[in-house]
């Protein structure tokens, strides 16, 4: 009965329901932007309101950038794959994974009364085989209407209260728990995460602790709608590196904003940070925290090779200037070769990870270090 009832899950209750659909008529540089500011990696195409097609951030690569393709002037209708293979939200999890396989597909529009409610794919997939192969859920399954629900047995959760001395405390209580009072200072550690609520509060609560404790605190990112106020508030050690060509809409001028123009050139960040090195008292050994929002964005555009070429020279300077590192990257967005080649550059990674319906936090490694091996639902 059990598995009878886990085959039958429906795709609607898995699908990514955050939905962008773009127009034919769209340019690849456009639809690029819309990958780095939305952080999703395929799109339904339309046509007067109707389907015609879905493109992918791989579509992007191999049938544009690839070809060198002038950017800025060939349109979605001539890279995106037409027609698309479609599902229902009442298709099972097994029919829509059949449906993929025998189509070679990794991305799938979920279609109701001819309108697109949704995108699922083979993360989806993968997310679910865990699911349903955890030991929680053989007794904690029920049935509710037509629907299998699926919850985890309670987590009995002993976290740490002790707190180890040369912690650089995240600002995240229950993170700081599982850490045994923050990250390791000078450690470089990788958030691995969806993109997420809990993920966007973990990283405020980074920056604003580190902001409030008159540390100096880098930010590098697309979109820095969350600390427009700590920006503003705390110009004297609070430093915004906008990588962002539509930046100056995005926040005012201050002398600790740098304003670039996307993450095309490595270079141009590096120069900015170095700028504000430059002006760093070196006598002071007071703790430094930099979060590095950008990974996913350079990993698209520039792969793997080339981003850890840059990772490699930018995680030793930012050690050498006092700074503990917090980069964020999310897994789903890039092929599993790629995101094992950016986590070995790391000496810690904390995870946010769905299963079921609830988010989960845990901390996967930290070299050297103690931490609890607990895991969180948030």
Same mark, same amino acid.
């Given at each position: 009965?059990?598995?009878?009832?886990?085959?039958?899950?429906?795709?609607?209750?898995?699908?990514?329901?955050?939905?962008?659909?773009?127009?034919?008529?769209?340019?690849?540089?456009?639809?690029?932007?819309?990958?780095?500011?939305?952080?999703?990696?395929?799109?339904?195409?339309?046509?007067?309101?109707?389907?015609?097609?879905?493109?992918?951030?791989?579509?992007?690569?191999?049938?544009?950038?690839?070809?060198?393709?002038?950017?800025?002037?060939?349109?979605?209708?001539?890279?995106?794959?037409?027609?698309?293979?479609?599902?229902?939200?009442?298709?099972?999890?097994?029919?829509?994974?059949?449906?993929?396989?025998?189509?070679?597909?990794?991305?799938?529009?979920?279609?109701?009364?001819?309108?697109?409610?949704?995108?699922?794919?083979?993360?989806?997939?993968? %997310? *679910? +085989?865990? $699911?349903?192969?955890?030991?929680?859920?053989?007794?904690?399954?029920?049935?509710?209407?037509?629907?299998? &629900? @699926?919850?985890?047995?309670?987590?009995?959760?002993?976290?740490?209260?002790?707190?180890?001395?040369?912690?650089?405390?995240?600002?995240?209580?229950?993170?700081?728990?599982?850490?045994?009072?923050?990250?390791?200072?000078?450690?470089?550690?990788?958030?691995?995460?969806?993109?997420?609520?809990?993920?966007?509060?973990?990283?405020?609560?980074?920056?604003?602790?580190?902001?409030?404790?008159?540390?100096?605190?880098?930010?590098?990112?697309?979109?820095?709608?969350?600390?427009?106020?700590?920006?503003?508030?705390?110009?004297?050690?609070?430093?915004?590196?906008?990588?962002?060509?539509?930046?100056?809409?995005?926040?005012?001028?201050?002398?600790?904003?740098?304003?670039?123009?996307?993450?095309?050139?490595?270079?141009?960040?590096?120069?900015?940070?170095?700028? %504000? *090195? +430059?002006? $760093?008292?070196?006598?002071?050994?007071?703790?430094?925290?930099?979060?590095?929002?950008?990974?996913?964005? &350079? @990993?698209?555009?520039?792969?793997?090779?080339?981003?850890?070429?840059?990772?490699?020279?930018?995680?030793?300077?930012?050690?050498?200037?006092?700074?503990?590192?917090?980069?964020?990257?999310?897994?789903?967005?890039?092929?599993?070769?790629?995101?094992?080649?950016?986590?070995?550059?790391?000496?810690?990674?904390?995870?946010?990870?769905?299963?079921?319906?609830?988010?989960?936090?845990?901390?996967?490694?930290?070299?050297?270090?103690?931490?609890?091996?607990?895991?969180?639902?948030?």
């Amino acid at each position: 009965m059990y598995a009878d009832q886990v085959l039958s899950v429906k795709v609607g209750d898995l699908m990514t329901k955050k939905v962008v659909n773009i127009d034919v008529s769209m340019t690849a540089d456009e639809v690029a932007r819309l990958i780095v500011e939305h952080k999703i990696e395929s799109f339904p195409v339309t046509e007067k309101g109707k389907l015609v097609g879905i493109v992918t951030g791989w579509d992007l690569l191999t049938k544009v950038v690839a070809k060198a393709l002038n950017s800025g002037k060939v349109r979605t209708k001539e890279f995106m794959t037409r027609s698309p293979i479609t599902c229902s939200p009442d298709y099972s999890v097994l029919q829509v994974t059949k449906l993929m396989t025998k189509h070679g597909i990794k991305h799938i529009p979920v279609v109701k009364n001819g309108k697109v409610v949704g995108i699922f794919t083979t993360y989806d997939v993968t %997310v *679910f +085989r865990q $699911l349903v192969q955890h030991d929680g859920f053989s007794s904690h399954g029920h049935v509710l209407g037509n629907e299998m &629900v @699926l919850e985890p047995e309670p987590v009995e959760t002993e976290v740490s209260k002790g707190v180890l001395s040369g912690r650089i405390t995240t600002g995240y209580g229950n993170l700081d728990n599982l850490l045994l009072g923050g990250i390791p200072e000078n450690y470089a550690v990788i958030l691995t995460s969806p993109s997420c609520d809990e993920r966007d509060l973990l990283i405020e609560k980074f920056l604003e602790t580190g902001a409030k404790s008159g540390e100096v605190t880098f930010y590098v990112t697309i979109n820095p709608c969350e600390v427009k106020t700590i920006t503003e508030e705390f110009q004297s050690h609070f430093y915004l590196f906008i990588c962002n060509p539509q930046a100056d809409a995005i926040t005012k001028n201050f002398l600790n904003v740098f304003k670039l123009s996307g993450v095309e050139n490595l270079t141009d960040i590096n120069i900015a940070l170095s700028s %504000v *090195f +430059r002006t $760093l008292e070196v006598s002071i050994k007071e703790p430094r925290r930099v979060c590095i929002e950008i990974i996913s964005d &350079v @990993l698209l555009q520039h792969r793997a090779a080339q981003t850890r070429r840059w990772l490699n020279a930018l995680i030793p300077e930012l050690r050498s200037k006092g700074f503990t590192t917090l980069a964020v990257m999310n897994p789903g967005m890039h092929p599993p070769q790629e995101v094992r080649a950016i986590l070995g550059l790391f000496e810690g990674e904390i995870s946010i990870y769905k299963k079921g319906l609830k988010n989960f936090l845990k901390i996967k490694k930290m070299h050297k270090r103690k931490y609890s091996k607990s895991e969180l639902p948030l």
